[in-house]
């Protein structure tokens, strides 16, 4: 199931012609997206800051920081739950186990065909916001349920 609608989408890559072609890829896929892209994952940092997304997609090999190591600023100094979608360019399995539990909700594998990768990550994006949502909805209404059975508790 693809979401058609994403607010908007932070995307970080070192290399300014795959970061374009996934760009163009993207929105033929789904044209309701709204795409923020960077080069680099300290400025991407500072970006986010500012901004909230409903997803975060980065490359593994940065030139300043590698995309664990930014994926772990993320969520352990900027607090950050969103979703994040790492791929790689090769299939180390080390680097796919460092992501996984540095946090990422999904690694996905970047082959030479853009068009290809670019279908695979749309879907998986629909998948991650969509599981996002719910996670929060279902926290929304414990927490809406705990309080209002402390409040009937005799």
């Known amino acids: 199931m693809d979401i058609k609608i ?3 989408l932070l995307l970080v890559d070192d290399d300014p012609d795959i970061l374009n072609r996934i760009k163009i890829a993207l929105e033929n ?3 309701r997206v709204d795409l923020i892209m960077t080069y680099s994952p300290k400025k991407a940092l500072n970006i986010l800051d500012k901004e909230d997304f409903d997803c975060i997609v980065s490359d593994y090999h940065l030139s300043e920081i590698n995309g664990v190591q930014f994926l772990e600023a993320v969520r ?8 994040f979608i790492l791929y790689i360019g090769g299939s180390k399995q080390e680097t796919v186990l460092k992501a996984l539990e540095a946090g990422a909700d999904r690694v996905l594998h970047r082959g030479d065909d853009i068009i290809v990768f670019s279908k695979i990550l749309n879907h998986s994006l629909g998948q991650e916001i969509l599981n996002y949502r719910r996670k ?4 929304h209404h414990r927490n809406l349920f705990d309080n209002n059975f402390e409040f009937f508790r005799i």
């Not at 929060?136 to 926290?139: F, G, R, T």
């Open 6 to 8: 994403i607010r908007k």
């Open 29 to 31: 896929e789904n044209h």
């Open 136 to 139: 929060k909805e279902l926290k």
């Open 76 to 83: 352990e100094k900027k607090k950050i739950d969103t979703p």
